[in-house]
């Protein structure tokens, strides 16, 4: 992204890089959707012995990261991330902890963090409902208090990787308004079915509530606090995934280029001919908007700043759109071998695509936008 990297956040960005490029490679993303695996568990905890999972969580709940700006840090590990469409659940499982830390009742979570951090246990973030997007005010899956315990009831849609995750973070509504609640996945009334997709190793379930009885102490957030700790989730995952989203579009630039010098068509490399020149130098204006976007968002979020919200929907608005269309210049630049099942464009372009339409589409964000600035 762009901003000056530090010379500890540099060896962390070259450490992650090799770490993926020795174990998530494109040839094991690959492996991985053959044999139906989201992700290795094995793989992950690794991950998380690097830090991915403690760089978000407050210093309090034993958290830490590189340069004391915990968010940057995480964009690198999600920018290199993109560069490979590795697997994992890294915005959800993220959003999760970071969450926890910052509850009112942390206490209460503490051996779950722990958990998190050191990559024993995978959470997820379950948000949306059925015909419903991104906007919390859709919730419509139910919290009903019953002595010293909740009873949940519902479905929550599109979850990332709730097959693979031992706890999910549920929002949900009740008589005073919005709550969040930390749910084991493995609880009597509560299914899982897997959903289909495009991305080949970024799985999602549909999970349904028939009653599932949680202690009182799940509770993450309640009353006016919810809101608040939604939208900065939400800022969070989106930040991330713009990351990922810019190194997508990175290396498939990067590797289209490559081909155009090697590829000849009437005695000639590709990238000879004017015209298609003119069409790199608008892909490459794009993608160093989305860099820029990017960063300006991940700094707003980082500092919580005021601004944050329209930062974050100006970075996603943009960068969901441009990353596929860019994609899908490069496919055609590629000529034929760009649409067959072999060649490794389609990869980023399936991962491009749920990106775009998770945490709220190009154009959602753009009515947000509107909303923001009073339009």
């Known amino acids: 992204m762009e901003f000056e990297l530090t010379p500890d956040q ?27 695996k989201g992700f290795d568990r094995d793989w992950w905890q690794r991950g998380a012995n690097l830090g991915w999972m403690s760089m978000l969580v ?54 779950t963090i722990e958990q ?8 997820t973030y379950a948000m949306c409902e059925i015909d419903r997007g991104w906007d919390p005010a859709g919730t419509q899956l139910v919290a009903t208090s019953d002595g010293d315990e909740v009873v949940l009831t519902g479905v929550k849609d599109r979850v990332e990787s709730a097959e693979q995750s031992e706890f999910m973070l549920v ?29 080949l190793v970024r799985r999602y379930s549909q999970v349904s509530f028939d009653g599932v009885r949680i202690p009182s102490s799940a509770l993450v957030f309640s009353g006016d606090e919810t809101e608040q700790a939604i939208e900065r989730q939400l800022q969070i995952a989106i930040v991330l995934q713009c990351a990922e989203l810019v190194g997508v579009i990175g290396r ?24 298609l020149k003119h069409r790199v130098a608008d892909m490459k204006m794009w993608l160093e908007a989305s860099q820029g976007t990017t960063a300006a968002a991940a700094r707003a979020v980082q500092n919580r700043s005021p601004e944050a919200a329209e930062l974050v929907s100006i970075a996603k608005s943009y960068i969901g759109q441009v990353a596929t269309d860019i994609i899908q210049d490069c496919v055609q630049l590629h000529g034929g071998i760009g649409i067959t099942w072999e060649h490794d464009i389609h990869l980023y372009l399936r991962r491009a695509t749920v990106n775009r339409v ?6 959602e964000h753009r009515e947000r936008l509107a909303t923001i600035i009073g339009v």
């Open 10 to 36: 540099e060896l962390f960005r070259g450490t992650t890089k090799d770490f993926l490029e020795k174990e998530s490679s494109l040839e094991k993303v690959r492996e991985l959707a053959e044999n139906g």
């Open 58 to 111: 407050s210093e309090k709940s034993g958290g830490d990261s590189i340069s004391g700006a915990g968010l940057l840090d995480m964009a690198i590990v999600a920018e290199e991330m993109g560069r490979l469409v590795s697997p994992g659940p890294l915005v959800v499982a993220n959003v999760v902890a970071a969450a926890l830390s910052e509850s009112s009742n942390v206490s209460a979570h503490v051996k």
């Open 116 to 123: 998190l951090m050191a990559g024993d246990a995978v959470a």
């Open 171 to 199: 929002t949900a509504r009740r008589d005073d308004g919005l709550a969040q609640y930390l749910v084991p996945a493995d609880l009597p009334g509560l299914t899982i079915t897997p959903l289909t997709g495009i991305d």
């Open 252 to 275: 498939v630039l990067e590797d289209t280029l490559q081909w155009m010098f090697d590829r000849y068509s009437f005695g000639r490399p590709l990238a000879s001919y004017q015209a």
């Open 358 to 363: 998770s945490w709220g589409t190009p154009s």
